[in-house]
């Protein structure tokens, strides 16, 4: 089945470290996204990719980092900047970016040590 | 500044019951609506969407309405289920908008009553 995998399901970080979040679609679809998601909140995207070697910023981009080397992949890493980690992160792909319904993953939760 | 947001946070309805969650979005250049169903550690499903040259919808038990004039979307499930429990959020999309013209809302939880 195609779908979204993001790992691993729960994930803890120490103070001062990185950490990274994977996300492989094999959907086929150009872009990806990912999102932060905090309790009773709406999602807010953190950064997005509409091609391969293309990504930009989101609303809350400070303190993470992407990278978009292949298609199938946009790895997420938070860094030891981001001084509020613990959340629910979420990936995404959409075939565009336009007037598409996103798919997603079922989630990595990060917590601090 | 532009938002969508949904009424309620919290709906209780019988089983069996018709279920009616209402969105409103601010930005009236939106043209495009989805609706996500989300369960408790999962990502969110998607349910239906809907583009602004439409007023009605129709899914498997599920319709969505949009009314322009007032800037605001509905999604109705009918003959609620157990397995319908979910927090349900809408999204919106505004012409000319990327990524970042997609925006969520907070979300209802929707809980059946047996």
């Known amino acids: 089945d195609g779908g979204i995998t993001q790992s691993p399901k729960y994930l803890f970080r120490k103070e001062g470290q990185n950490v990274t979040l994977s996300c492989e679609q094999n959907?086929?679809?150009?872009?990806m996204y990912w999102y932060r998601q905090d309790p009773g909140q709406g999602l807010r995207l953190i950064y997005y990719?509409?091609?391969?070697?293309?990504?930009q910023k989101g609303d809350i981009a400070e303190g993470y980092s992407v990278s978009r080397e292949k298609k199938e992949s946009f790895p997420l890493t938070v860094t030891s900047a981001q001084k509020n980690p613990t959340a629910f992160y979420l990936c995404?792909?959409?075939?565009?970016?336009?007037?598409?319904?996103?798919?997603f993953g079922d989630g990595t939760r990060l917590s601090i040590l | 500044g532009e938002s969508v947001g949904l009424h309620l946070p919290t709906l209780s309805v019988q089983e069996g019951d018709n279920s009616i969650i209402n969105c409103a979005y601010s930005n009236s250049a939106s043209d495009y609506f989805i609706w996500y169903k989300q369960e408790s550690g999962k990502g969110p499903q998607f349910i239906i969407d809907i583009r602004s040259n439409m007023d009605k919808r129709q899914g498997q038990r599920v319709t969505v309405l949009l009314n322009k004039t007032v800037k605001h979307l509905s999604l109705q499930i009918a003959a609620t289920q157990p397995g319908d429990s979910a927090v349900y959020f809408c999204?919106?999309?505004?012409?000319?908008?990327?990524?970042?013209?997609?925006?969520f809302g907070k979300g209802t939880h929707l809980i059946i009553q047996p």
């Open positions: 995404a792909s959409s075939p565009t970016m336009i007037r598409q319904p996103q798919h």
């Open positions: 999204a919106g999309l505004y012409s000319g908008g990327g990524a970042d013209g997609l925006t």
């Open positions: 990719s509409q091609i391969v070697n293309d990504f």
């Open positions: 959907l086929n679809h150009d872009a």
